[in-house]
Nanobody, 125 residues
Framework: QVQLVESGGGLVQAGGSLNLSCAAS????????MGWFRQAPGEEREFVAS????????FYSTSVRGRFTISRDNAKNTVYLQMNTLKPEDTAVYYC??????????????????WGQGTQVTVSS
């Protein structure tokens, strides 16, 4: 398994931007599909975005497509989530996760083997 640590969360006004980072330990980062999920209070953990091992292919939930961008830097063992035009409904704890799935279109929590501890994102109206 890979160890994951998220950072970059915080409080932002609606319409603002945040860039989350997730640093991974170990030398096998490039062998994992990486994803971002989020969980609001009282809600199920939901898929946000995923990126292929090379970083060349990405997949988004309909709620964030066009506003969020996932990317990765395998040389730095880091995956990013650039979040623009934030809305109050984006408020949640955001988690990064690593998967050995065959496809980068991995949108279920059970597809992922390792999880970070999460970082809080709060969007005020």
């Amino acid at each position: 398994q890979v160890q994951l640590v998220e950072s970059g969360g915080g409080l932002v006004q609606a319409g603002g931007s945040l860039n989350l980072s997730c640093a991974a330990s170990g030398r096998t980062f490039s062998t994992y599909v990486m994803g971002w999920f989020r969980q609001a209070p009282g809600e199920e953990r939901e898929f946000v975005a995923s990126v292929s091992r090379s970083g060349g292919s990405t997949f988004y939930s309909t709620s964030v497509r066009g506003r969020f961008t996932i990317s990765r830097d395998n040389a730095k063992n880091t995956v990013y989530l650039q979040m623009n035009t934030l809305k109050p409904e984006d408020t949640a704890v955001y988690y990064c996760a690593a998967s050995k799935a065959v496809t980068y279109i991995a949108s279920t929590t059970r597809a992922y083997d390792s999880w970070g501890q999460g970082t809080q994102v709060t969007v005020s109206s």
